[in-house]
């Protein structure tokens, strides 16, 4: 709900970064997920729009992509990070790396 993300290592807060999940009708489920498959140049299946840096969360349709920032729920579903943080976390977030969405 506040649209912030906190990259976390060893229990420690390394780095943060606005965001954009979700919006109405579309929002983006609280939980804890993996990464399971990535992508550099993804493309939206359902809805045709590029997503790079992709990092698919629990096998599903949603994900951690590159995006337009708002600050505010904007997507359809999926985490929009600015793309230097998007690049970042892909370089260093393995598949099998734990995420937690809350609200």
């Given at each position: 709900?506040?649209?912030r993300a906190w990259v976390m290592k060893n229990g420690i807060i390394i780095n943060?970064?606005?965001v954009s999940t979700g919006r109405e009708g579309y929002g983006t489920p609280a939980g804890r997920y993996v990464i399971t498959d990535k992508h550099t140049s993804h493309v939206?299946?359902?809805y045709h729009v590029a997503m790079p840096w992709f990092m698919r969360l629990n096998c599903g349709a949603i994900g951690l992509h590159s995006g337009y920032v708002t600050?505010?729920?904007a997507s359809?579903?999926?985490i929009?990070?600015?793309r230097d943080m998007a690049?970042?976390?892909y370089?260093?977030?393995p598949v099998g790396a734990r995420v937690t969405i809350m609200h």
């Open positions: 709900s506040s649209q943060h970064t606005m939206s299946t359902l600050g505010r729920p359809h579903g999926c929009r990070l600015p690049e970042t976390i370089q260093h977030a």
